[in-house]
């Protein structure tokens, strides 16, 4: 059972969600894309702002270390101004904890593209979603699997 937990911890980690936000550049057909990975999910929830991505852990960090600047909102939140972020490029944030760190990475891309008007321009989790529906039925099997042995080995 002990190895059924450690393999779900290592595919969760593999399987971190994404979240992408879209930003409207000078012209209406320009959007920024902004892509938020934290490794190891769970701990560092992103939220979309007009100036900037508030990223806010569920612990407090002892350490705070970034290769782009931030704002400090409190003691367990940061703002990322999106004025600071360069256009395709990679910025990574670290969360250190005295038992742990966490990582934030925040890619950005430019895409030219025409204005839809259905098309959402909050969080994109279409494939996020995906990813978790797959890792359910994979821990699911896993879980009748290591049930179906179990009872094995005890007869």
């Given at each position: ?57 569920n612990f407090t ?91 094995r080995k005890r007869?």
């Amino acid at each position: 059972m002990r190895e059924l937990f450690l393999l779900i911890v290592a595919i969760s980690n593999v399987l971190t969600p994404s979240y992408t936000f879209h930003y409207f550049l000078g012209s209406p057909n320009q959007i920024l894309l902004v892509n938020v990975t934290s490794i190891p999910s769970g701990f560092i929830k992103p939220y979309n702002l007009t100036n900037g991505i508030l990223l806010i852990s569920n612990f407090t960090p002892t350490n705070i270390s970034s290769n782009v600047t931030y704002k400090l909102v409190n003691s367990s939140a940061i703002l990322v101004p999106l004025y600071d972020l360069q256009m395709n490029s990679s910025a990574r944030i670290n969360f250190s904890s005295t038992s742990f760190n966490i990582s934030v990475y925040l890619s950005t891309s430019v895409e030219n593209r025409e204005i839809n008007i259905s098309y959402p321009s909050s969080v994109d989790r279409t494939a996020t979603n995906h990813r978790y529906f797959l890792f359910v039925i994979f821990a699911l099997v896993l879980l009748i699997l290591s049930i179906l042995f179990g009872r094995r080995k005890r007869h």
